[in-house]
Nanobody
Framework: QVQLVESGGGLVQAGGSLRLSCAAS????????MAWFRQAPGKEREFVAA????????GFADSVKGRFTISRDNAKNTVYLQMNSLNPEDTAVYYCAAGLTYYSSSYYYTGDDYNYWGQGTQVTVSS
């Protein structure tokens, strides 16, 4: 079992930045791709960004490309989402997810491929 705890959410003005963190604990010895998803009120959950176990491969939704970056520190069991140039459309609950993988360079775009989820952290961007 893996536990994921997100932090770093909050209220920010449009154009501002936030850095989300996701700390993992529990089962070790396995490789996990990590990702961030988000869900806005009245909308379905959507993929935001993902990173491979090695950290060498990343993927982003078109809506956040060039504004968000994802990174990880395996020594600290933590993944980060740096969000810049935020706009009100980024307002959502952001969820961290971990997906078991046998390949150090792979990650997934769909939620069904992730085995563990955090509780979420609220990000609100005011105009």
């Amino acid at each position: 079992q893996v536990q994921l705890v997100e932090s770093g959410g909050g209220l920010v003005q449009a154009g501002g930045s936030l850095r989300l963190s996701c700390a993992a604990s529990g089962r070790s010895g396995s490789r996990y791709a990590m990702a961030w998803f988000r869900q806005a009120p009245g909308k379905e959950r959507e993929f935001v960004a993902a990173i491979s176990w090695s950290g060498g491969s990343t993927g982003f939704a078109d809506s956040v490309k060039g504004r968000f970056t994802i990174s990880r520190d395996n020594a600290k069991n933590t993944v980060y989402l740096q969000m810049n140039s935020l706009n009100p459309e980024d307002t959502a609950v952001y969820y961290c997810a971990a997906g078991l993988t046998y390949y150090s360079s792979s990650y997934y775009y769909t939620g069904d491929d992730y085995n563990y989820w955090g509780q979420g952290t609220q990000v609100t961007v005011s105009s």
